[in-house]
């Protein structure tokens, strides 16, 4: 799905978020990471949202480093959100 697509549907919540970052896929959204005054928001490419408090505690998560290694991440649990899921027109 398009950039502007994603914009239409975020602005469409009125929830007041903030679009950090967009990860692109040969010009589609394959994620976005957004916040509000109190959630951080991922959404996936279909407009599935997930969503952590900022003020959960960080926890220690494994993942893939870049040469393929496991490595220890400090991180924010997220749950699936559907409060925050697109509608796309």
Do not use: P
């Not at 502007?4 to 959204?29: C, G, N, P, W």
């Not at 969503?51 to 959960?56: C, D, G, H, T, V």
């Not at 494994?62 to 997220?78: Q, S, T, V």
């Amino acid at each position: 799905m398009k950039v502007k697509y994603f914009e239409q549907a975020i602005d469409a919540l009125s929830a007041d978020i903030t679009i950090d970052e967009m990860k692109l896929r040969h010009s589609d959204v394959r994620q976005v990471n957004a916040h509000t005054d109190n959630l951080l928001i991922v959404w996936d490419e279909y407009g599935r949202a997930f969503s952590a408090s900022r003020e959960s505690e960080r926890e220690m998560f494994l993942a893939e480093g870049e040469d393929g290694n496991i490595i220890g991440m400090l991180g924010r649990a997220i749950e699936r959100d559907t409060s925050f899921d697109l509608k796309f027109e």
